[in-house]
């Protein structure tokens, strides 16, 4: 049976009148939506024959401008920019998916059990993670990135490590205030094992930011993932990524060739807007004090 509207969550009902912010989410999930729709679907447009292989060397002038046979242009190497777009939209979210999801299965079990338990363990891991946060996440990355090599998951693996300290703080002070609270106590009286007050009582309690952080996490990679390729730290030459992209159109920006710069540039800066909006939309639905404080301006 379907809830209904009544019966929903209430930081699930979105308003007859939304405020701005709200707007802004919506604007931010559609172009989210969008860049996942190309990414999904870039292999089968190409099957198609509606996308040029991004890695083809087209028998044509390098740097031929935008047209209509090649929306927007070619590349120095003889590259469909276009596809090259297209396709490093698939590489950036594999990256920043594989990423936020490494660091938050690491920090959200880390932070919870540190917090529930306390004690030395509480403070060693309190220690390194506040290590590793104190360290700039590119320059982080980068080094990582150095010991690991390219690849997907290797870029992944080298771009999660600073965010694990984020779930891991998030987590850890939540746990930490509700573990106190009755229900809690009432399950440790009746016998309750660890692994089940953590899983069944805590849990659904500590994680109502995850969801806010794995956004603002996500667009942030992306722009850590533009500065690996533009180092030649991140994908192999075989895959499509913006990064290295923008570094390989550097040549030709003195001479007047705009377009190689301008539309990877531009589709790494709109899906780091879409996520960064919706990320700040979530958490004005996840807190409940945003909420109070929007409804009250209004």
Do not use: C
Not at 177 to 185: A, G, M, N, P, R
Not at 259 to 266: E, N, S
């Amino acid at each position: 049976m379907a809830m209904t509207k009544r019966q929903m969550p209430s930081f699930l009902r979105f308003p007859k009148n939304p405020n701005l912010s709200q707007v802004l989410m919506l604007i931010g999930l559609a172009i989210t939506l969008f860049f996942i729709f190309l990414a999904f679907f870039a292999p089968v447009f190409q099957a198609w024959g509606w996308l040029q292989s991004p890695t083809e060397l087209l028998n044509n002038p390098v740097y031929d401008p935008p047209s209509g046979k090649y929306w927007f242009g070619t590349s120095l190497l003889g590259h469909d920019v276009f596809s090259r777009t297209i396709f490093g939209a698939q590489a950036a979210l594999q990256v920043v998916i594989l990423a936020t999801a490494l660091s938050m299965l690491i920090g959200v079990p880390l932070g919870m059990v540190s917090g529930y338990l306390g004690g030395r363990l509480d403070k060693i891991l309190l220690f390194i993670m506040d290590s590793i946060y104190t360290l700039p996440g590119l320059l982080l990355s980068v080094t990582l990135a150095f010991i690991v090599g390219r690849g997907i998951l290797n870029a992944a693996i080298a771009i999660s490590i600073a965010y694990i300290p984020q779930y891991y703080r998030v987590v850890r002070n939540h746990t930490v205030s509700v573990k106190t609270e009755v229900f809690i106590e009432a399950a440790q009286a009746m016998g309750a094992s660890t692994w089940t007050v953590l899983s069944r009582y805590l849990f659904f309690n500590v994680i109502q930011s995850v969801p806010v952080l794995f956004t603002l996490n996500a667009a942030d990679a992306i722009l850590v993932l533009g500065g690996l390729g533009f180092l030649g730290l991140g994908l192999p030459e075989t895959v499509p990524e913006w990064g290295r992209d923008l570094k390989l159109a550097l040549e030709g920006l003195s001479t007047g060739i705009w377009w190689t710069t301008l539309f990877p540039g531009l589709a790494m800066t709109l899906m780091v807007v879409g996520l960064s909006l919706l990320g700040e939309g979530l958490n004005e639905f996840v807190n409940p004090r945003l909420r109070r404080q929007n409804s009250i301006r209004k």
